[in-house]
């Protein structure tokens, strides 16, 4: 079948049914069923193929291109074949860890997407529910965790385990990420699914500790004591004494 493409990503035009690519004064081909006698797709595969455009632009911390694909007709909130959107993209990336330029990167691609409407607090059914605090805390994320929470974003939304972000975070012994929540006033004695608060967690990967980036679950626990937390141990300890 033809289309009537003309500099592809420059003639994308919004018709009835979402993106098309068309040439000027050209009707659509993909709403004339005479081509070809079956209803076609409401998306062309030029679009589909601006929108994979951006979600690997967004998870190489490419910002410009970013800003292309999104100038090119690729949508901020659509998502991927898993329901992940661009922010996903973008926090999911090879930016996990403590380099300063990674993070530099980060911070400034996040802080566009935000400042361009990006839905802060979307759960991933395809990560059990997770948001996008939890994603950037879990990971160690501090640039993009601190873009998040200073934009509003909700950081006692759970996941679908009852998990909060101070919960991932702390289980995963990251510490940068723990301070910043318990600072912002993560609630450090919630529970989740099991039962089991934020304190108990770092507990458990502390001994589980199979030597994640970053990872410090010293300071992480100290960090927990610190706000309030009280090992579940202890307790048990003085039940019986009494």
Known sequence: MQFYAHNA??????TGHKFCLRGPRRRCPRRDKRLTGKKMPAICPM???IQQKLFDAAYALNLSAVKKHLKAGASLKKGDKDGCDVLYHAISSMGQGS????????????????????????????????????????????????????????????DDYKFTALMRAALNGQA?????????GAEVLKKNGSKADALK????GKKEDSGQTGADYGATIALLKKFGAK???????????G
């Open 9 to 14: 990503e420059r003639q994308v035009r919004k």
């Open 47 to 49: 679009a589909e193929s």
């Open 99 to 158: 380099d300063a330029e990674v993070q530099k990167k980060q911070k400034a691609l996040v802080e566009f997407l935000v400042s361009q409407g990006a839905d802060l607090n979307k759960q991933y059914k395809f990560l059990s529910g997770w948001t996008p605090v939890i994603m950037a805390a879990s990971g160690g994320q501090i640039a993009a965790l601190e873009v998040l929470l200073q934009a509003g974003a909700d950081f006692e939304k759970t």
């Open 176 to 184: 940068a990420a723990v301070k910043q929540l318990l600072e912002k």
């Open 201 to 204: 967690l770092a507990l458990e």
């Open 231 to 241: 090992p579940a141990e202890k307790a048990t300890e003085q039940k019986h004494a």
